[in-house]
């Protein structure tokens, strides 16, 4: 039997296609989503989970001109499939090849970028207010998962979009939580006619009806009418925030689907409407159906046996080492207490509540919640770690400085995914916490070099109940180092010197110490000999060393995996101050690079960015050839 995926490159050739022909079709679009992601890696299980969705949304709107918006949009790989991008997809999450998520520069079948939950409604929000403002009636439809509605932002525009009674079809793709369970058959049936031309008109005319007697008696009947409904299909929440509900429907019965969103697109309905569809992560592949996280997010694997190829190494990951080594304080110190927003297995939080089920919360995707949660628990005495990848961790920036740094609150931050993380890109990637953590006053900033480190770093935090702290460390395995005890800790505010020489000064901050050895090795070859310095804080900085540091080297160079403004910039500010600059010392700074960096391996990422080994070599050559010189009440520069 001849494909016929093999003749869809694009939504409009789909729409070509016959009603009967969209089971197959999306049987096909199954088996290719799986073979693609077992070559990639990547996210799969949600991808499956929303094949005849994908589907019935593109055979019944008119994309790009209608607008589809996925959230976090990990699901996307189905939707690039038939959208263009075909015979690009084994490059999915590859340097230079298509992005895990949607991306407005890949594609105008994306018309909004997002990797970070629940941004979809108050997109689609913006589109629709202005198609309104531009007479345009195109359609805009978001696609949200049951997990992503447990942030507050979801409902904010939810609450929005009903005051407005905007034209916006929001689809709530419920695969875990079950807001409201299917009742068989009558469900079904109700969900049909609850979206059909015939049941908007029956309002209308009981509206119009209704109208002619008294308002006490329209008031008792409308609300009749939206009782009935919420008890039959559970959309009573969604009602009060002014959206009409259908639902549940079944999200992997693509003809029935198709008559839903038919019967919605051509609704005189004004104002928004969510649809609920039940699917199942993992659909249609049985290792990902049986797997626990129904493979969310998978290395290449074996088709048949559904094993993954994952690297083998005997050297722990840096989440692992802080999940243990919190373990092993929790054991001692009761009032230690694991938060995380929905990653528990992700920040190794899985393996603290596995010990101490009572003291570990995962709040969903709530990050705000978390971090102000945290600070709760800290005013009563309580150890809290709040466990957040930096990424998601500046979407609590504001918590993180009214509710926990001006009051001095004890919450201990474990950034994971700190740095460049690969795969997933810029959106994953932890670029900025030093520089935003760093700014807030009486904060304790430290970054692990090493895996060893991490845990004296953990160890120091367990002590710090005067104010908060965080340390971050980067995704993958450490660099296979002993690991000290529980109890070998680290004054606060004091780096340390790694080796010394005479000529040039690192001062290293994180995980590019390594890299540092290196550009040693090769520029002792050629007679430049280097002090490094571990500096562990970006806040307090270790003053004495710096400035001792600088007092008997040519040049300072600073080096950090995060963006501009953070521990290059306080160390500048520093010798800035104290006037060093004045007697002639030479200061470079690497850090991020002012771009966002596109997926690839996390090492040709750090190329990229000019922080590899090489790029500090070419830098410390550049700074010690410089002999730039200020002349006094002169306008020129001499070299």
Not at 71 to 84: A, L, R
Not at 351 to 378: C, S, W
Not at 425 to 432: I, K, L, N, R, V
Not at 487 to 499: Q, V
Request: glycine content about 10%; overall charge positive; charged content about 25%.
């Amino acid at each position: 039997m001849a494909k016929l995926l093999d003749k869809i490159d694009y939504p409009s050739d789909l729409r070509k296609f016959d009603k009967k022909d969209l089971r197959q079709i999306s049987n096909e679009l199954r088996t290719e989503l799986i073979d693609v992601v077992s070559e990639t890696g990547g996210h799969l299980g949600a991808g499956l989970g929303v094949v005849e969705l994908t589907v019935a949304l593109h055979y019944v709107f008119n994309t790009p001109k209608d607008k589809l918006v996925w959230d976090v949009s990990h699901q996307c790989y189905p939707h690039k499939i038939i959208t263009g991008r075909k015979k690009e997809i084994r490059t999915l999450r590859k340097g230079g090849g298509l992005s895990g998520f949607t991306k407005r520069e890949e594609s105008e079948y994306d018309p909004f970028g997002a990797a970070h939950s629940s941004t979809s409604i108050s997109s689609t929000l913006g589109m629709s207010v202005a198609k309104k403002l531009s007479n345009d009636n195109n359609n805009v439809i978001a696609v949200i998962g049951d997990g992503a509605m447990s942030a507050g932002m979801a409902y904010e525009a939810m609450n929005n979009a009903g005051a407005l009674k905007s034209k916006l079809i929001v689809i709530l793709n419920d695969n875990k939580m079950s807001i409201a369970k299917p009742v068989g058959a009558m469900s079904k049936y109700l969900a049909k006619l609850l979206s059909g031309k015939i049941y908007f008109s029956l309002r209308e005319t009981i509206k119009l009806i209704t109208s002619a007697f008294s308002k006490r008696f329209s008031q008792k009947a409308g609300k009749a009418e939206d009782i009935l409904r919420g008890i039959v299909t559970g959309g009573t929440l969604f009602s009060e925030l002014g959206f009409y509900y259908v639902g549940p429907v079944d999200g992997h019965d693509v003809d029935y689907l198709v008559q839903i969103l038919e019967n919605v697109k051509n609704a005189k309905f004004e104002g928004p409407i969510l649809i609920h569809a039940i699917t199942q992560k993992g659909k249609g592949y049985k290792p990902a159906e049986q797997s626990g996280d129904k493979y969310h997010g998978v290395s290449k694997f074996n088709i048949s046996t559904g094993l993954q190829n994952k690297s083998k190494s005997n050297v722990p990951s840096y989440t692992k080492v802080f999940s243990e080594t919190l373990i092993k304080h929790a054991q001692k110190d009761t009032k230690i207490i694991g938060i995380t927003g929905a990653m528990p297995s992700g920040t190794g939080l899985n393996l603290f509540e596995k010990q101490f089920p009572d003291r570990m919360f995962d709040v969903g995707i709530a990050e705000q919640h978390a971090v102000t949660f945290a600070a709760g628990l800290a005013t009563e005495g309580y150890k809290p770690y709040a466990a957040i990848y930096s990424t998601f961790l500046q979407r609590a920036y504001d918590q993180v400085v009214h509710d926990v740094a001006l009051q001095s609150l004890p919450v201990r931050f474990a950034i994971d995914r700190a740095g460049l993380v690969g795969a997933d890109g810029p959106t994953h990637a932890g670029s900025f916490d030093v520089t935003y953590l760093s700014t807030l006053p009486n904060f304790v900033v430290m970054a692990a070099s090493d895996e060893a480190e991490l845990v004296k770093m953990i160890n120091t935090s367990v002590n710090i109940n005067d104010r908060p702290s965080a340390f971050r460390y980067p995704r993958g395995n450490g660099v296979g180092i002993e690991l000290p005890g529980i109890e070998e800790t680290l004054e606060i505010g004091k780096g340390k010197i790694i080796c010394e020489g005479k000529q040039v000064a690192i001062l290293n901050f994180g995980a590019r110490l390594n890299e540092c050895k290196k550009a040693k090795e090769i520029l002792e070859k050629k007679g430049i000999n280097l002090t490094i310095v571990d500096a562990r804080f970006a806040k307090p900085l270790d003053e004495k060393l710096i400035l001792e540091v600088a007092s008997n080297h040519e040049l300072i160079l600073t080096i950090e995996e995060g963006s501009i403004g953070g521990f290059g910039s306080h160390v500048m500010k520093l010798l800035s101050d104290r006037g060093v600059f004045d007697k002639g010392l030479k200061f470079r700074s690497m850090f991020l690079p002012d771009i966002f960096i596109d997926q690839d391996t996390p090492e040709k990422m750090y190329e990229k960015a000019g922080l590899s080994y090489d790029s500090i070599v070419e830098k410390i050559e550049e700074g010690l050839r410089s002999n730039i010189i200020f002349a006094k009440n002169k306008n020129k520069i001499s070299n």
